[in-house]
């Protein structure tokens, strides 16, 4: 006998799992949240790490920032894994097709020389600073504290192995792999790379994960973002002729403008939570910022000679706002 | 010799991987379960682009395997063209 | 723009060293040690990262295209299933217990692989090694909620799914796959590695994966297949993963194959006994069966484990010394776990029954040797009991294993009257264990495992009643304040499967199904 299961109407006994209830009362949940909220353990664990005795497994002080509850972080986007996957396959669909217009229309072989090796000089050395990215991330999400934002940054972790990704399929279209080993080659020792490979570097050895946050997420991609990928790219090689050099980047372009706002909703919440979060983060800002501008000088230097000052100046001033609007205190 | 095997969900979409790869290793043998098939094969077994492609009427990428593959066992030997299974014993 | 030099087009291998470990570069602002500081301290001695082989070569725009195409079948069968009240389709609503078993005893460890990963993913200084871990790092956040969501239509019908971690931190037999993972993740990056990369994804996790998902599938339960196998096709990756993992190791230094092959022997022990529970699902748990734990455990672990042994013969690792424990113990396993959780059932998020008589006789012709022999007389009994009202509930908090934290239930190798234990003194105190590997991998680490959070001690310490309880007021029933911790409903989640609420519900809904009104 066949059985129509739909024709069944019964009464749930519950909308969603009780730790979800208790934070948003007993109502149909997200996705987002059923998959993200109180995921991580949080009591009874029972070892020490053998690489970090001194602190329990998942452990609220490897920052020195304060929550009364670390899932306060809330994602803006909602990304669990699936809404994340399948945002991303969709930018990647477009990337793609950008990718196939400027191939099969050969339109790097149309590119002047001297564009297309601006684009090679000035974006092929970021593959590296996009794979730091990707380290740094991988690490916030292992020693951070509460799925709410450690989820997000193991998905920022790849994203940024996919920007060195794209990085290289640009280098090895508009070049080859020489263009590549030339790249490496400059930011491993062109004094002009050195500033940014040291920020990079540094920022390897912090230990305290919020702070990693702000250096490299706030801080070293909310420079370089706008600097490469907006002024170098879009406004300066497009007017001379580049356009097919932002199409192979509308990815780290679209991304960029994503992944702020995300980026923003935490540093707004860990400031909102308190003065002593608030001063905290801004030292933090402070610290890495000076670096990260500095680091940056000759190489805007180099991409737009004597209007570099007056870009990076603007650079720091919308930074400072994007960043008061994020609730820092000056 | 070592068995390798590889399971795959039964769909339409595995159908003519799993004829190919049935083609393509005479010594393998198929085992049934609820929703899926696991193949064994003595020593080793190959999956081949051109003959799924051929299957299917379309350019087959390797890599599709992953949406239909439920295991497997041996080491791996992947290129473009050939997805090979075995065991060195 | 006159010369028009055809590219070359790049192999798979060389276009995927572009895209990963090409990214990387010797750091020289800040020290080795410094940037990688977890990599030296277990001696596992790596001369060349270069040498390692990527087990397999998806670049992230590939990732996403599969895996987006995977999630959304996944997704649309999710919705189709719930919206189609799929769960009345499931053979009966005692194979829901199983499901609850994997909410609250799987997906937690799939969260835990997640975060780390994550750290090995971070923390091995050879790139190709760091990115195929952070592959995997998302892979199996991918798991736990795809779980979690499959899950959750369960979740709103009937009980005990309610509070998976909450339930994972404190339950008594949860305490045995969370110390599995807290172990794994708090090794170091190598020997959480050969933990969870080799010896559980690549010789344990086909048993759970494989035969018990498509036995969820023979008992309609689209959802749980769907994510199964939708999960299972990532474990494929991460088996090469494990694989190539332990063959880089072996091969970079002689001295690292004792700490391996310790490494090995531990943890397929500890793997082994954590999946002594999904022996008990699959031969007590689903309605209908597929094959026994038995001859799954001889397809997936004596062949497939045996094939891979002797490959890695040619390194010098050699089969664990547990084999021989665990081929006596394959016959009787499902059936002493399955009369312990009879035993306990007063105290978990799950119910529990005497199989029928047919299913008995299944039981019967599996195992041959040992079922009629030692456990039907003790079911028999049982039923009887029940039948006469008198189902029986142990009221005694068992003494559990130092180190697997399983109670003591298992019986001597070659013995199956005795219940086998062992002890050991470590600085005055006294520990337990279930078998002689469970306590040599505590003699080999008695430090760590002088940590280790036990349920039953805990309790008799006082430390899981809900806060502001007090064990002097008048009539205290320690029993219902540690259900109370575990946020357990008693008498709704717990105890005897027939005549509970998820039974009855079920039984009533289906009968709507059935009829016009």
Same mark, same amino acid.
């Given at each position: 006998?066949?059985?129509?299961?739909?024709?069944?109407?019964?009464?749930?006994?519950?909308?969603?799992?009780?730790?979800?209830?208790?934070?948003?009362?007993?109502?149909?949940?997200?996705?987002?949240?059923?998959?993200?909220?109180?995921?991580?353990?949080?009591?009874?664990?029972?070892?020490?790490?053998?690489?970090?005795?001194?602190?329990?497994?998942?452990?609220?002080?490897?920052?020195?920032?304060?929550?009364?509850?670390?899932?306060?972080?809330?994602?803006?986007?909602?990304?669990?894994?699936?809404?994340?996957?399948?945002?991303?396959?969709?930018?990647?669909?477009?990337?793609?097709?950008?990718?196939?217009?400027?191939?099969?229309?050969?339109?790097?072989? /149309? +590119?002047?020389? &001297?564009?297309?090796?601006? =684009?090679?000089?000035?974006?092929?050395? !970021?593959?590296? *600073?996009? $794979?730091?990215?990707?380290?740094?991330?991988?690490?916030?999400?292992?020693?951070?504290?509460?799925?709410?934002?450690?989820?997000?940054?193991?998905?920022?972790?790849?994203?940024?192995?996919?920007?060195?990704?794209?990085?290289?399929?640009?280098? /090895? +279209?508009?070049? &080859?792999?020489?263009?590549? =080993?030339?790249?490496?080659?400059?930011? !491993?020792?062109? *004094?002009? $790379?050195?500033?940014?490979?040291?920020?990079?570097?540094?920022?390897?050895?912090?230990?305290?994960?919020?702070?990693?946050?702000?250096?490299?997420?706030?801080?070293?991609?909310?420079?370089?973002?706008?600097?490469?990928?907006?002024?170098?790219?879009?406004?300066?090689?497009?007017?001379?002729?580049?356009?097919?050099?932002?199409?192979?980047?509308?990815?780290?372009?679209? $991304?960029?403008?994503?992944?702020?706002?995300?980026?923003?909703?935490?540093?707004?919440?860990?400031?909102?939570?308190?003065?002593?979060?608030?001063?905290?983060?801004?030292?933090?800002?402070?610290?890495?910022?000076?670096?990260?501008?500095?680091?940056?000088?000759?190489?805007?230097?180099?991409?737009?000679?004597?209007?570099?000052?007056?870009?990076?100046?603007?650079?720091?001033?919308?930074?400072?706002?994007?960043?008061?609007?994020?609730?820092?205190?000056? | 010799?070592?068995?390798?095997?590889?399971?795959?969900?039964?769909?339409?979409?595995?159908?003519?991987?799993?004829?190919?790869?049935?083609?393509?290793?005479?010594?393998?043998?198929?085992?049934?379960?609820?929703?899926?098939?696991?193949?064994?094969?003595?020593?080793?077994?190959?999956?081949?682009?051109?003959?799924?492609?051929?299957?299917?009427?379309?350019?087959?990428?390797?890599?599709?395997?992953?949406?239909?593959?439920?295991?497997?066992?041996?080491?791996?030997?992947?290129?473009?063209?050939?997805?090979?299974?075995?065991?060195?014993? | 723009?006159?010369?028009?030099?055809?590219?070359?087009?790049?192999?798979?291998?060389?276009?995927?060293?572009?895209?990963?470990?090409?990214?990387?570069?010797?750091?020289?602002?800040?020290?080795?040690?410094?940037?990688?500081?977890?990599?030296?301290?277990?001696?596992?001695?790596?001369?060349?990262?270069?040498?390692?082989?990527?087990?397999?070569?998806?670049?992230?725009?590939?990732?996403?295209?599969?895996?987006?195409?995977?999630?959304?079948?996944?997704?649309?069968?999710?919705?189709?299933?719930?919206?189609?009240?799929?769960?009345?389709?499931?053979?009966?609503?005692?194979?829901?217990?199983?499901?609850?078993?994997?909410?609250?005893?799987?997906?937690?460890?799939?969260?835990?692989?997640?975060?780390?990963?994550?750290?090995?993913?971070?923390?091995?200084?050879?790139?190709?090694?760091?990115?195929?871990?952070?592959?995997?790092?998302?892979?199996?956040?991918?798991?736990?909620?795809?779980?979690?969501?499959?899950?959750?239509?369960?979740?709103?019908?009937?009980?005990?799914?309610?509070?998976?971690?909450?339930?994972?931190?404190?339950?008594?037999?949860?305490?045995?796959?969370?110390?599995?993972?807290?172990?794994?993740?708090?090794?170091?990056?190598?020997?959480?590695?050969?933990?969870?990369?080799?010896?559980?994804?690549?010789?344990?996790?086909?048993?759970?994966?494989?035969?018990?998902?498509?036995?969820?599938?023979?008992?309609?339960?689209?959802?749980?297949?769907?994510?199964?196998?939708?999960?299972?096709?990532?474990?494929?990756?991460?088996?090469?993963?494990?694989?190539?993992?332990?063959?880089?190791?072996?091969?970079?230094?002689?001295?690292?194959?004792?700490?391996?092959?310790?490494?090995?022997?531990?943890?397929?022990?500890?793997?082994?006994?954590?999946?002594?529970?999904?022996?008990?699902?699959?031969?007590?748990?689903?309605?209908?069966?597929?094959?026994?734990?038995?001859?799954?455990?001889?397809?997936?672990?004596?062949?497939?484990?045996?094939?891979?042994?002797?490959?890695?013969?040619?390194?010098?690792?050699?089969?664990?010394?547990?084999?021989?424990?665990?081929?006596?113990?394959?016959?009787?396993?499902?059936?002493?776990?399955?009369?312990?959780?009879?035993?306990?059932?007063?105290?978990?998020?799950?119910?529990?029954?005497?199989?029928?008589?047919?299913?008995?006789?299944?039981?019967?012709?599996?195992?041959?040797?040992?079922?009629?022999?030692?456990?039907?007389?003790?079911?028999?009994?049982?039923?009887?009991?029940?039948?006469?009202?008198?189902?029986?509930?142990?009221?005694?908090?068992?003494?559990?294993?130092?180190?697997?934290?399983?109670?003591?239930?298992?019986?001597?190798?070659?013995?199956?009257?005795?219940?086998?234990?062992?002890?050991?003194?470590?600085?005055?105190?006294?520990?337990?264990?279930?078998?002689?590997?469970?306590?040599?991998?505590?003699?080999?680490?008695?430090?760590?495992?002088?940590?280790?959070?036990?349920?039953?001690?805990?309790?008799?310490?006082?430390?899981?009643?809900?806060?502001?309880?007090?064990?002097?007021?008048?009539?205290?029933?320690?029993?219902?304040?540690?259900?109370?911790?575990?946020?357990?409903?008693?008498?709704?989640?717990?105890?005897?499967?027939?005549?509970?609420?998820?039974?009855?519900?079920?039984?009533?809904?289906?009968?709507?199904?059935?009829?016009?009104?």
């Amino acid at each position: 006998m066949q059985i129509d299961l739909r024709t069944v109407s019964i009464k749930p006994q519950r909308q969603t799992y009780g730790h979800i209830a208790r934070r948003f009362g007993d109502k149909p949940a997200s996705r987002y949240q059923e998959g993200t909220f109180d995921l991580q353990p949080t009591a009874n664990f029972h070892y020490r790490p053998t690489w970090d005795p001194e602190r329990e497994i998942f452990d609220t002080s490897r920052t020195r920032l304060q929550m009364k509850d670390w899932y306060a972080f809330k994602d803006p986007r909602q990304y669990y894994y699936g809404a994340w996957t399948l945002a991303r396959a969709r930018q990647q669909d477009t990337a793609e097709s950008n990718f196939d217009f400027v191939e099969t229309r050969n339109l790097g072989a /149309l +590119l002047a020389d &001297d564009v297309r090796q601006q =684009a090679l000089d000035l974006l092929l050395p !970021l593959r590296h *600073a996009a $794979w730091g990215a990707n380290l740094n991330n991988s690490a916030i999400c292992a020693y951070g504290y509460g799925t709410a934002i450690t989820q997000p940054c193991m998905f920022h972790a790849m994203d940024n192995l996919a920007i060195a990704q794209y990085l290289t399929r640009i280098g /090895l +279209l508009l070049g &080859d792999t020489g263009s590549l =080993a030339a790249a490496k080659e400059r930011w !491993l020792y062109a *004094a002009d $790379w050195q500033g940014l490979r040291r920020y990079v570097e540094d920022s390897f050895v912090v230990q305290d994960w919020f702070e990693l946050f702000v250096a490299q997420n706030l801080v070293l991609d909310g420079l370089v973002y706008p600097l490469f990928y907006k002024t170098v790219v879009e406004d300066e090689l497009s007017l001379r002729g580049g356009t097919a050099v932002a199409m192979l980047t509308q990815f780290m372009t679209e $991304w960029y403008a994503e992944t702020t706002r995300w980026v923003d909703a935490q540093i707004k919440t860990a400031c909102a939570e308190s003065p002593h979060n608030a001063v905290m983060v801004r030292d933090w800002i402070t610290a890495w910022q000076s670096r990260a501008l500095e680091a940056l000088k000759p190489l805007a230097q180099r991409a737009l000679g004597e209007r570099a000052g007056s870009t990076l100046d603007d650079l720091a001033t919308q930074f400072a706002a994007r960043v008061a609007k994020c609730g820092v205190p000056v | 010799m070592s068995r390798v095997f590889i399971a795959l969900q039964t769909n339409d979409d595995t159908r003519p991987i799993i004829e190919s790869i049935l083609a393509d290793n005479p010594h393998a043998v198929p085992v049934e379960s609820p929703a899926m098939i696991k193949i064994d094969a003595e020593g080793h077994l190959t999956v081949k682009r051109e003959s799924i492609s051929e299957l299917i009427g379309r350019d087959f990428d390797l890599q599709e395997l992953h949406t239909h593959l439920i295991s497997l066992s041996g080491h791996i030997d992947e290129s473009d063209d050939e997805f090979t299974l075995y065991w060195d014993n | 723009m006159d010369m028009q030099v055809p590219k070359k087009k790049l192999g798979l291998k060389e276009r995927y060293t572009l895209m990963t470990r090409d990214l990387a570069w010797d750091t020289t602002y800040q020290p080795k040690e410094k940037v990688y500081p977890y990599a030296d301290y277990e001696g596992i001695r790596i001369h060349d990262w270069d040498k390692w082989e990527d087990p397999f070569r998806l670049t992230m725009d590939a990732y996403w295209k599969y895996q987006a195409e995977k999630e959304r079948k996944l997704y649309a069968i999710i919705d189709a299933y719930s919206q189609s009240n799929g769960h009345l389709g499931v053979t009966d609503a005692r194979y829901l217990n199983a499901i609850k078993i994997f909410l609250t005893a799987v997906t937690p460890l799939e969260h835990m692989a997640h975060r780390g990963f994550a750290h090995a993913g971070r923390a091995f200084p050879g790139a190709g090694a760091r990115v195929a871990c952070q592959m995997q790092a998302i892979d199996e956040m991918r798991h736990a909620q795809t779980q979690i969501h499959s899950l959750s239509n369960y979740n709103k019908y009937y009980n005990g799914f309610h509070d998976f971690t909450h339930m994972y931190d404190r339950v008594w037999y949860l305490s045995v796959p969370k110390s599995f993972f807290d172990d794994a993740i708090t090794a170091g990056p190598f020997e959480f590695m050969v933990a969870v990369g080799f010896s559980f994804e690549y010789v344990l996790t086909n048993l759970l994966f494989v035969p018990f998902v498509s036995g969820a599938a023979y008992n309609g339960d689209m959802g749980t297949m769907t994510f199964g196998f939708s999960a299972q096709s990532d474990e494929a990756r991460h088996m090469t993963l494990g694989l190539e993992c332990i063959k880089f190791i072996l091969e970079q230094d002689p001295a690292n194959l004792p700490i391996v092959q310790r490494w090995i022997d531990k943890w397929c022990w500890r793997g082994v006994r954590l999946l002594s529970i999904v022996a008990m699902m699959m031969d007590y748990m689903l309605p209908k069966r597929v094959m026994s734990w038995k001859e799954a455990w001889e397809i997936y672990f004596e062949e497939n484990g045996g094939a891979l042994f002797k490959d890695l013969a040619r390194y010098g690792i050699k089969m664990p010394a547990c084999a021989e424990q665990i081929r006596l113990e394959k016959d009787h396993l499902s059936h002493q776990v399955w009369a312990t959780f009879y035993n306990y059932g007063g105290a978990t998020d799950f119910h529990t029954w005497m199989p029928t008589e047919d299913e008995m006789q299944w039981l019967s012709q599996k195992y041959p040797d040992t079922f009629d022999t030692y456990y039907r007389p003790r079911f028999e009994f049982w039923r009887e009991q029940q039948e006469k009202g008198n189902r029986f509930y142990n009221q005694t908090l068992p003494m559990l294993c130092q180190t697997c934290q399983i109670p003591m239930l298992f019986t001597e190798p070659g013995d199956p009257t005795k219940i086998c234990y062992r002890e050991r003194t470590y600085k005055g105190n006294k520990y337990h264990f279930c078998s002689d590997h469970c306590q040599h991998i505590f003699d080999n680490e008695p430090e760590k495992y002088v940590q280790a959070w036990l349920p039953v001690n805990q309790i008799y310490q006082g430390n899981c009643f809900p806060e502001g309880t007090d064990p002097s007021a008048p009539g205290f029933d320690p029993l219902a304040a540690v259900l109370e911790y575990y946020r357990l409903n008693i008498g709704r989640d717990n105890g005897e499967f027939e005549g509970s609420e998820d039974h009855r519900n079920f039984e009533a809904w289906r009968g709507m199904a059935k009829r016009n009104d």
